[in-house]
């Protein structure tokens, strides 16, 4: 029996997860996304156009492949809607290629508001939410109170979101925060009836039985693995979980039936919002990564924080997550270094160790770093993995050797063609 390929990020997310989705799409017959929401941002470049996708799986472009959004997916109809439009006003036939779970959950207003207020009432001990509902839907959702896809099409709809309304007006007036519902729930219950018009399935059938008759599925990440609820830096981590096993409860695979896991991540860090970064750099360095990487939020827009790769953190998604190859992006931002610094082991607690531990707050841990001769050149025209300078064969050796997991495709550019699989 065929068995599904997990793609996921291996750090706070960005890590171009949507570009490599696209690149490998034409491998395989079904996109499956499997957590998360719009909060993600998945973002795709070719033709010279880029795109940014929220909900929907990253193989839309591709028109002899069919996309599915899991049982594990939160959806705000609204956004979901808007961005549909834009596939349409881009000449992309989406219809006969997008498939919805029945199971997966929706994103009232009222959500919407409730994050905010929630978020606005912590102050300086916000979380850094993207503000988009996703956390109370999630809550709504393991309460068993939540509203899914598949209500919309029974009778009693109208009384279940209400129901559901009144419960979070009621939780809305413990907060000093003021906002408008009527503007929001008219344009919620308009995308709702355009919502109904799409393919609406159970998911988890539906890719069992494409499983079964030789289909290949590559299930789609969101995020990434250290915001996992579980596993990430606790408490500034999503409200999914991120790791290779929501695959299975996203989508309704079972866990024997998962092969290949793909592991993305940038040869350096980023973080958007709060929570500890063992190797930010909060200098000019930092800064002229960010400004060279173009790290500002695909979703909210925000400055990204920058730092060196760190080692310890990748480790631990790799193993949380059974990665089985490696997938380095953004090689081409780190050109514009003489030197570049990587995180081995970090000093915590007043001892030197070589993992990822529970608590990495910045007064308690301090990284240790060994420093490789940076490539000092452009590599965005690069095709072929023997045009790679020595310095960037060094750097990619050295990653292997401390991983011990190959590293099979290197990103040099945002364009789907600036990508070069490699013989490790």
Not at 157 to 179: A, S, V, W
Not at 325 to 353: H, P, R
Not at 364 to 387: A, F, R
Request: hydrophobic share 35%; with cysteine.
């Amino acid at each position: 029996m065929q068995k599904a390929a997990v793609l996921l990020g291996l750090q706070w997310g960005d890590e171009g997860k949507g570009k490599i989705v696209d690149v490998l799409t034409p491998q395989y017959d079904i996109i499956a996304r499997f957590q998360g929401g719009p909060n993600a941002g998945h973002t795709l470049e070719f033709d010279g156009i880029k795109h940014v996708l929220h909900t929907i799986p990253s193989g839309i472009f591709h028109s002899n492949v069919l996309n599915v959004i899991g049982n594990g997916v939160v959806i705000d109809p609204i956004i979901f809607q808007k961005e549909l439009q834009k596939l349409e006003d881009r000449g992309v036939a989406y219809q006969n290629r997008l498939l919805i779970s029945r199971k997966a959950h929706l994103i009232l207003p009222t959500h919407r508001l409730l994050d905010a207020a929630s978020e606005a009432a912590k102050g300086a001990a916000k979380i850094g939410s993207t503000l988009k509902g996703i956390g109370p839907t999630y809550m709504d959702k393991t309460g068993r109170n939540g509203l899914r896809i598949g209500d919309i099409l029974e009778d009693n709809f109208d009384l279940k979101y209400n129901e559901l309304k009144d419960k979070h007006l009621k939780m809305l007036g413990q907060y000093d925060f003021p906002f408008d519902l009527n503007a929001m729930e008219s344009e919620w219950l308009s995308s709702i009836q355009f919502i109904k018009k799409l393919q609406i399935i159970d998911s988890e059938h539906y890719l069992d039985q494409a499983l079964k008759s030789g289909k290949k599925i590559l299930a789609e990440g969101a995020q990434g693995s250290l915001l996992d609820i579980d596993f990430g830096s606790y408490p500034f981590v999503t409200s999914s979980n991120t790791v290779a096993a929501g695959a299975c409860t996203g989508l309704g695979i079972a866990p024997n039936r998962i092969g290949e896991v793909f592991g993305i991540f940038k040869a350096y860090c980023t973080r958007v919002g709060s929570g500890p970064f063992p190797t930010e750099l909060e200098d000019s360095i930092g800064e002229a990564m960010r400004k060279e990487g173009n790290e500002f939020g695909s979703t909210t827009g925000r400055a990204r924080r920058c730092g060196w790769l760190d080692i310890p953190a990748l480790k631990y998604a790799c193993m949380i997550n059974g990665v089985t190859q490696l997938y380095m992006m953004k090689a081409d931002v780190l050109s514009i270094f003489k030197e570049i610094n990587i995180c081995t082991s970090y000093q915590w607690k007043g001892e030197n160790i070589d993992y990822f531990p529970y608590d990495c707050q910045p007064h308690q841990l301090t990284p240790n770093y060994i420093t490789l001769p940076g490539w000092n050149q452009s590599l965005t025209d690069l095709q072929d993995e023997k045009d790679f300078p020595a310095e960037l064969k060094g750097y990619i050796q050295f990653i292997e050797k401390l991983m011990e997991i190959p590293i099979t495709l290197i990103s040099v550019g945002p364009d789907r063609k600036q990508t070069i699989l490699r013989q490790p």
